[in-house]
């Protein structure tokens, strides 16, 4: 048991101080402040443990199931926090008395535990109260919660804080597992020398929260994360110096530590500088994504006042209009729906890089939608002397989408393929392969070369046919729609076999 | 004749609306002012209330809370901007918008047409 009495204190000292430190770092962020308070109380808890196997008195094993209860509950409040998961002041209220509720009466004597036989680290042997149960089954719903907001989240956002609660998915998953290994499914087996790895384990949740802080910037306290570390080493060296067996060891052990320092201090110099670096990074684009979101609502309204002043004149309020000037109209209004698009296609493009893009889900006929698409393009492909087919199965099951985005993105694929073809024409068509959805549009055109097709779904970049026909788009239309379908939970992408082979578009949707 | 409330505080759009609604044979109340647009709501009781969500001084949203505080709960409100923000647009559904229209994707022809469905 030697090593677990290291790794437990150690981990709720690790615990304190990140949340110390996190807190300290912006206390006027919820997320910071709930955090914080978590990180606390979870030291408090893996201390109400470790105090379990010094002492083993009723006192401590009421204190760590007091404890145990308010860590998930303070858990949960971060982590909707984190996940941007708004609950009324009245369901806070609710749950938070509830946990206070089973807070205090741990305390009081057989509700919760009813009496203790024997007391070790981490664990006892007794008697459970009638209120155990309704504590567990409160621990539990946080529990499940918590995963249910973190799934939700990880559905909902794209981007960096994907990443984030991606990371912080994997830590509660390996602390919920340990944790019901060591406690639940091992004692079934009559093997109950691990349960005190309970509460250190919520050092797995520790570890994958700091990697998406350090890697992901969450709490923007990477550096202090290493500080930590630089510190523990340090003490533990230090440590190592009074306890050497002879002079001589501690000799080594003494220039280790000063080697050690020496480093510590660069490698904490080096986190510092590369994360200030970072944040400089950061703030610019972050400055150009914003500038471009507030230029595009600005541009919107004179967009706005030229598209109506020009449909009205040509719907005839304001009197005749000539065939000859009405062509002429008709070309400005045109160009002025491009300069619309290209707004639009903007804004959705800041709107992913600031993880705000959001899909209004409802269950729609995707035939209607990809036969309004074909009928709006119609005249456009007889213009160029381009047949347009439409292909679908019998039956097409309603599905889950956001009607007007992927409307957007199949008119995108549609129109593309009809500017980039010159002879030929451009088939679309509906088909379902086990439980997934495609719509695919082929068409006979120019064709792509591996390197475009690599490119040709990221931010700002086009096929070089695109440079040679095409340059309203700004290769974002693409871009945008890769953004769209992945919210979706689905694919796309493109086949072509070469240059001047055609291409074809797959978009991939589950069938929900 | 039917009424139209136009909340907008565009001048130029404001006026473009109010000219397309007028021949169309609505009798169209603008102002930019969310007070003053209550009081119009209150007073003349339109038919339905085109509302624009980003406003100098109160938004759109916290003029949809109002007229829920003062009682007006029947006329129809479409809401109309260029700001698409997800947010704000679920905010104003919750209050009970029929639609949230970007006005850069519609003509007014085209405007008209939807507030006809909710005029019937």
Not at chain 1, 203 to 230: D, K, N, Q, S
Not at chain 1, 285 to 313: D, N
Not at chain 1, 358 to 365: F, G, P, Q, W
Request: proline share 3%; with cysteine.
């Amino acid at each position: 048991m030697e090593i677990l009495e290291i790794v437990i204190p150690i981990a709720a000292i690790c615990n304190f101080f990140l949340g110390f430190f996190v807190f300290l770092k912006d206390p006027s962020k919820r997320l910071n402040r709930f955090f914080g308070i978590s990180c606390f109380l979870a030291a408090l808890w893996i201390f109400t443990n470790f105090m379990m196997g010094i002492q083993q008195t009723l006192f401590w094993v009421k204190s760590a199931s007091a404890f145990g209860v308010l860590l998930p509950l303070t858990a949960l409040l971060w982590i909707l926090e984190l996940c941007e998961k708004k609950i009324t002041k009245r369901q806070l209220e609710i749950i938070s008395s509830l946990g206070l509720f089973f807070f205090f009466i741990s305390y009081i004597d057989d509700l919760v535990i009813a009496n203790v036989r024997k007391v070790y680290l981490g664990g006892f042997e007794g008697e459970t109260g009638p209120l155990f149960i309704p504590f567990w089954i409160y621990i539990l719903s946080l529990l499940i919660l918590i995963v249910y907001t973190l799934i939700s989240g990880y559905r909902k956002f794209v981007g960096i804080k994907k990443l984030q609660i991606s990371y912080v998915i994997i830590g509660v998953i390996l602390y919920i597992g340990t944790v019901s290994i060591v406690s639940f499914i091992l004692p079934l087996f009559g093997i109950e020398k691990f349960t005190p790895l309970d509460s250190p384990s919520s050092l797995f949740l520790l570890f994958f929260t700091a990697l998406a802080i350090t890697r992901y910037h969450l709490f923007g306290i990477e550096v202090i994360l290493t500080e930590i570390l630089v510190g523990v080493i340090g003490i533990l060296l230090l440590v190592q110096i009074f306890v050497a067996p002879s002079t001589l060891w501690k000799i080594v052990n003494g220039g280790i530590f000063v080697l050690f320092c020496i480093f510590g201090y660069l490698l904490i110099r080096g986190v510092f500088r590369e994360i200030r670096r970072r944040e400089e990074v950061e703030r610019i684009s972050r400055a150009k994504t914003e500038f471009i979101s507030i230029t595009s609502h600005q541009l919107r309204t004179p967009l706005t006042v030229v598209k109506g002043y020009l449909s009205m004149i040509l719907e005839g309020v304001y009197g005749e209009v000539s065939e000859k000037l009405k062509k002429v109209l008709e070309n400005i209004y045109l160009a002025n729906e491009r300069l619309i698009k290209l707004v639009n296609s903007f804004l959705n493009v800041s709107k992913i890089e600031l993880g705000k893009l959001e899909l209004e889900l409802e269950r729609a006929d995707i035939v209607e939608i990809v036969e309004s698409v074909v009928k709006e393009m119609e005249i456009a492909a007889k213009e160029k002397n381009l047949y347009l087919k439409f292909e679908k199965p019998k039956e097409v099951p309603k599905i889950l989408i956001d009607k007007e985005k992927i409307r957007e993105i199949v008119l995108n694929l549609v129109d593309n393929a009809i500017k980039y073809t010159q002879e030929g024409g451009v088939e679309v068509k509906l088909q379902i392969l086990n439980n997934r959805l495609q719509i695919v549009v082929a068409d006979t055109g120019e064709g792509l070369t591996k390197e475009e097709k690599e490119k040709l779904f990221e931010s700002f970049s086009r096929g070089s046919a695109g440079q040679k026909y095409w340059v309203e788009g700004a290769g974002i239309g693409l871009y945008v729609a890769k953004k769209i379908v992945e919210l979706h939970q689905g694919k796309i992408w493109v086949e072509s076999e070469g240059k001047g082979k055609g291409s074809k578009f797959y978009v991939e949707l589950p069938i929900t | 004749m039917k009424k139209i409330l136009i909340i907008e505080d565009e001048v130029i759009l404001a006026e473009m609306y109010k000219e397309k609604l007028e021949k169309e044979g609505f009798e169209v109340f603008a102002t930019s002012e969310i007070g003053e647009g209550i009081e119009i709501a209150k007073k003349e009781k339109p038919d339905l209330i085109l509302l624009d969500i980003l406003l100098p001084r109160e938004n759109g949203v916290s003029f949809l809370e109002k007229i829920k505080k003062e009682g007006i709960k029947d006329i129809p409100v479409v809401a109309f901007s260029n700001y698409d923000d997800p947010g704000t647009k679920k905010r104003a559904f919750e209050l009970g918008v029929k639609e949230y229209l970007i006005k850069t994707n519609y003509t007014p022809g085209e405007i008209v047409e939807k507030i006809k469905n909710y005029l019937k």
